[in-house]
């Protein structure tokens, strides 16, 4: 069981394969993700290739590249968090795969972008107590770009689908 830990500890969870277990055909993409509770919330904490050529602002963070977080609670409800690696971000609430039900975009959240020169950004982003799982009992992370799908844990059936909260591995927080 994966257990997110009181801060200076972290959880880390490397992307490095395919979304469905397979191997990565392109080393560059490997990301990781730290997590840790914080006394304002969840700490989320990305480290990801800076892919030049891709960064645009103009286009929609769904199309851009991105980390897409998923905090699923005992009801089956879930938190998706997603960090472009241009700094911008999307926080969204799930009743059911697929269904959305609240966009948290309004929230005043503490974020923070930087780029370094090795080629590496680094994103975070903290989500209040008041608005994450209460109760979390799975979770997972994705990296996307253009065609590209990694992820920290497999999923299941023959096209990538992210909203698959029933198969992601098991997790509590501290």
Sequence with gaps: MLVIPNQPKILLLPIGRL???EKSPDSRLSSFVELQKTEKGVLIKITSPLLL?????????????????FFVEESGQYLEVILSVDGRFSVSG???PGQKVADLNNFSFETNHQENEKGKVLNEIIIPFDLFP??????????IVGSQILAY???????????????????KIE
């Design 19 to 21: 979304w469905n277990g």
């Design 53 to 69: 050529g891709n960064k645009t602002q103009n286009k929609e963070i769904d199309s851009s590249e991105r980390l897409a977080l």
């Design 94 to 96: 799930f009743d059911q």
């Design 134 to 143: 209460a109760e979390l009992t799975a979770l997972n992370a994705f990296l």
């Design 153 to 171: 844990h497999p999923l299941s059936g023959s096209e990538p689908n992210l909203h698959q909260p029933a198969t992601f591995p098991l997790a």
